[in-house]
């Protein structure tokens, strides 16, 4: 079967899109041996590296080169700077993949979703950004284009979840979903139920990447409410955003309360959950036979319960670079498949 | 959007044939609201209950009613008695669900699946045989003819396992899997774990329905190698047979020392392994935080090391007839989603 070539603008060349560059750099030959899919960077653009537009292909490993270079302060470390939102109107591409960071307003990345989709592009995003906040909008412009929006890597990095929605369990009528979505709090409850004090497995956790500098979005559960809510359209069909989740920060327990309780056999753990119209996220305090009582450090699992099948659940990593880059190709390759 | 009428031959009707009638009888309305997919069942035929054939669609419901009512030793409940793979090559359907009975020949049920899509009929199986002794000449067959052969309710009954090697990881380069897929076995020793002793055990699972009166093909390993030969061939692309997987009995280890390795934090499983060439099923002691070792009672989990994600683990129920249906659903959805 002769390969089919998608042609990609990336927008973001952070650690995420830097690790899509890096899959296509390592694996290309072997997905299009397995897949019969050729993916090609058109057009890549990013606000603090710059831009660069080949619609013959850039080549990742070139270009990772070039990024990783040092700035010389003058312009783009691959080539000039421009507007993104320029870039994708203009990008001679089949499909836009949208990896800019999340922030609070969903933009700048809801424009450069509703721009590529208007233009016909497919569209792959890890950003919370536009599917927590604009789920219906974008499913909607999705369809009136006859294009798709997938963004599994928005809330479980690779691990198959998004997909499992429209795959394995379509029929399967969701009731609930409980979740451990947030690697960071994880991580710290961990360390916590280990003896060690907040602060410092805080800091062990921001040296090890697994924290940022401003703890807040995963402390407070800003990153685990965007993730419920998108988990709340995808599963059940709802149309909720992160402020409609009633949120508890981490800190409302601390680290000799963990500790007592895991040595109980009743561990903490930072919970979204989903179900009979309350969304939440917050400590709570499993049972030991719990599917979530054994999840520990920077794992993520969700436990589905569902009318037909009883309680699914699904384990694995919940963030890093090379493991949300895969979630990538996962929606690529659904495309791709969509298409055949 | 028209909804798109799909005719079956169910050939089985026991638990699981029964649990796909109920399944049709109770959520016709809504699978035809959610997915513009009917099912009807057009051929319904059954060593003991007889054959019942209608191209407009057979009443699940009335269906049943009449093979639960008393045999009457002259015939069939259901209708006179025929041979079903006649009724195969007469059926007017478009997929055959063939639900009978796993026997280690594999037979009659690859026959009935040969035949089937000869005629060019999509076939979905729960039945072990077919995928773990035939998988390779199944897939070609399949190809040639045009239609799918799918058997998600041959491993993990409808938890989302097989499908996600064509879905959420189908480009994750599967390295190993290991689980624990005969739930028999895993309630036994979540029992002894308990403190109760083999026998005690086993005559539990007997009366809860757990295990068979001839609990051998759970407890020698039988079930456990044929779901692994299944998962080497479609996870990893391999050709292996049940014989090929190297069995231990669960007897190997006694009471006394699961609830000793229990209490000392490193409980044994019944695990199915795969990886590096080997296939093994046998009990294991495992490290307290395996994604494994919090798995009790009858339920299964599969965790499937990856190249590119690591490892993910799908924890949910293994058997059960309404389980078991569901996953006869999904494949059925999967064929709907894929002709749309």
């Not at 993730?227 to 359209?233: E, H, S, T």
């Not at 694995?316 to 090379?322: E, I, K, S, T, V």
């Not at 390759?333 to 055949?340: C, D, K, M, V």
Request: aromatic share 4%.
């Amino acid at each position: 079967m002769a390969p089919r070539t998608w042609r990609l603008a990336l927008v973001g060349l952070g650690h995420v899109g830097k690790g899509l560059c890096r899959l296509l750099a390592e694996r290309a030959e072997q997905i299009e041996a397995d897949h019969a899919a050729r993916f090609l960077l058109a057009a890549v653009s990013d606000l603090s590296a710059g831009t660069r537009v080949d619609a013959d292909g850039i080549d990742p490993k070139e270009l990772l080169e070039a990024a990783e270079a040092a700035d010389d302060g003058h312009g783009g470390r691959i080539g000039e700077r421009a507007d993104s939102l320029t870039v994708i109107e203009a990008a001679e591409a089949d499909i836009l993949l949208e990896v800019t960071p999340t922030a609070a307003t969903g933009e700048p990345a809801a424009s450069y979703c509703r721009a590529a989709m208007r233009r016909g592009m497919h569209v792959v995003t890890t950003n919370k950004g536009p599917p927590s906040l604009h789920h219906r909008e974008m499913r909607e412009l999705a369809k009136s284009h006859g294009v798709q929006f997938l963004f599994e890597g928005a809330v479980m990095s690779g691990s198959p979840l998004l997909s499992l929605f429209r795959g394995g369990l379509a029929g399967a009528q969701v009731r609930a979903v409980t979740g451990i979505v947030n690697g960071t709090t994880n991580y710290l409850i961990t360390e916590m139920e280990a003896g060690i004090s907040f602060d410092a497995a805080l800091s062990r956790a921001q040296e090890l990447g697994y924290a940022e500098a401003n703890p807040r979005a995963d402390v407070d559960g800003h990153d685990a409410a965007a993730k419920l809510a998108i988990l709340a359209n995808v599963a059940m069909g709802r149309a909720l955003t992160p402020s409609d989740v009633a949120r508890e920060p981490l800190t409302a327990i601390d680290a000799a309360q963990v500790a007592a309780a895991a040595a109980a056999g009743r561990p903490w753990r930072y919970v979204a959950s989903l179900g009979n119209g309350a969304a939440t996220v917050g400590p709570r305090q499993l049972d030991a036979d719990h599917p979530l009582a054994g999840v520990r450090g920077a794992t993520n699992a969700v436990t589905i319960e569902t009318e037909m099948l009883g309680e699914v659940t699904v384990v694995g990593p919940g963030a890093g670079p090379r493991e949300t880059a895969f979630a990538l190709l996962a929606d690529l390759l659904e495309i791709h498949r969509s298409a055949a």
